[in-house]
């Protein structure tokens, strides 16, 4: 059994779900969506239809709350990408629905495009450390009508891998018509979903809105996958405590839950949070704050009390650029999240505060997930890892540079980063003295000028466009100015750089 860091003790966690009983059973939650509300109606709870206030008998949330399951399963177009939590944990995801890019050639901030979402989805079913690529921005190009189709097509035409997303519920349908076809049918689709759907349908502080509701009712009742997330903001939307936002956080993910239960029981759940402490100096929003990551390790601890899987968005950052504070706020919690027991993170690719995607930290978050990989895996520890027949031959003063033992293990012992530089200074130097950054955007290059081989059949793609005339390209190109690459290597054969990468990248996740 996984030994995971706790700042709780059991009573406190005890104490914060007697806390967010207390909540629902005498302050309620505002429910905005009437069929909600009849739905909380019809099976005991106290509703006010004047206020709309609906508060939660403790017995009744007990029982539902024994309805919880306890996994999750992301499902991707190739059936090998499917991931499991808490099994498979920790599984990490990009950030996601960042109105923004870093231009990977300008390297300014501007709107992004389908034609940007087509890039993202094609680098992240490339780089090995992601394990769902959650749609990371909107699409400014978006026809009218189709705001979701210009997310969904680029995303789920350029990877193989899980696709995370959400939808308006005026698109909902659209959307599963697009699924539909891609998969072949209906029901090859419910088969094996290759898309989970997402939504934040609380509002804190305890107010269920209605569209995000709205498609919690959708979802669950046509029992697809689907999770939702809480995301209260210590000082604003809730106390300016930990264990108040905590408390208040937990009130709210298990009004939603129980409300999952009563719709589809039995469906699968994730404790998916966004907990955070506003920057009161100016009343900014922080989800760079280490605070994040200290509400993620409680929010993981309330959800090893409900043997549910957990996660959310951990990771990110506030700086407006990719340097040393998106590093070590991206680090310093992803961190403290996964030895704290979190299942999933959405942690990949975004700058300030959500806003922006930026390709190079998205390689470099990579290589964070990649370590986060290599710390799951830690000792392994069996009498012949011990090595003592080794110490005993080498002996004093010796060298285990050139033993077999050492050359078996060179390539597995460690995760082989490209992008951390381990070379004396005039090496680095004569090398190009280039910086983490720098580093990055040559993998981006090299990733985005090759041709992609997750593509749907010419069949599939017209059968989707006859559908939804106007449809944006979903193609992924090099950007203005990146040569496609005339390497044949994505096509079966392999440089020798590359055939390194993949060996140290296999080595990595094995």
């Known amino acids: 059994m996984q030994n ?35 739905i909380f109606a019809h099976h005991g709870l106290h509703v006010d239809h004047e206020t709309e206030i609906v508060k939660f008998p403790r017995g009744i949330i007990e029982e539902f709350r ?120 209906e029901s090859a689709f419910r088969d094996h979903p ?94 760079g704050a280490i605070e994040t990551g200290i509400l993620h390790m409680g929010c993981a601890q309330m959800a090893r009390f409900y043997n549910i899987p957990s996660g959310g968005y951990i990771g990110l950052t506030n700086s407006k650029i990719n340097d040393a504070q998106a590093g070590y706020e991206t680090g310093m919690s992803v961190v403290a999240g996964y030895l704290g027991g979190v299942d999933i993170l959405n942690m990949g690719g975004l700058l300030d505060a959500l806003m922006a995607f930026d390709f190079a930290k998205a390689v470099i978050d990579n290589d964070i997930a990649m370590m986060l990989k290599r710390i799951r895996r830690g000792f392994e520890f069996h009498e012949e890892e011990l090595s003592l027949d080794l110490i005993a031959e080498i002996g004093p003063g010796g060298m285990f540079a050139d033993s077999d033992h050492t050359l078996e293990r060179m390539r597995t012992t460690m995760y082989l980063t490209e992008i951390a530089d381990r070379e004396p200074r005039e090496q680095w130097q004569e090398s190009g003295a280039s910086d983490a950054q720098a580093k990055a955007m040559r993998r981006v290059k090299d990733i985005l000028t090759r041709d992609n081989p997750t593509e749907f059949s010419p069949e599939v793609d017209a059968k989707i466009r006859s559908e939804f005339v106007g449809m944006i390209s979903g193609v992924s190109m090099p950007p203005e100015g990146w040569k496609r690459s005339t390497s044949t290597s994505s096509k079966g054969r392999e440089t020798r750089q590359e055939r390194r990468r993949r060996l140290r990248e296999n080595a990595a996740t094995n």
């Open 66 to 185: 024994a309805q919880f399951p306890p996994s999750f399963t992301f499902r991707g177009r190739e059936w090998s990408f499917d991931r499991t939590i808490p099994g498979d944990s920790p599984l990490v995801l990009t950030g996601s629905s960042a109105p923004n890019i870093i231009d990977p050639v300008t390297g300014y901030e501007r709107r992004a495009t389908s034609d940007d979402l087509a890039r993202i989805s094609h680098l992240i079913n490339q780089l090995p450390g992601y394990d769902v690529f959650s749609i990371a921005t909107l699409a400014d190009d978006a026809p009218p009508g189709q705001f979701s189709l210009s997310r969904f097509y680029p995303s789920i035409r350029n990877t193989v891998k899980p696709v995370r997303a959400n939808t308006p519920p005026e698109e909902a349908e659209d959307m599963l018509r697009l699924v539909y076809m891609i998969a072949g049918s």
């Open 4 to 38: 995971y860091a706790s700042l709780l003790s059991q009573a406190q966690v005890e104490r914060i779900h007697e806390a967010s009983l207390e909540i629902l059973e005498s302050v309620g939650l505002l429910v905005r969506n009437e069929k909600a509300r009849q």
């Open 194 to 287: 290759f898309v989970t759907f997402h939504y934040c349908p609380v509002v804190s502080p305890l107010t269920m809105d209605f569209d995000s509701t709205e498609l919690l009712l959708f979802f669950k009742e046509q029992g697809l996958p689907s999770y939702f997330s809480i995301v209260p903001n210590a000082g604003l939307t809730s106390p300016l405590t930990l264990v108040g936002t905590l408390a208040q956080n937990n009130a709210e993910f298990l009004a939603a839950a129980v409300l999952s239960q009563m719709i589809h029981p039995g469906s699968e759940l994730i404790y998916s949070t966004l907990p955070t402490v506003a920057d009161l100096r100016t009343g900014a929003y922080s989800p």
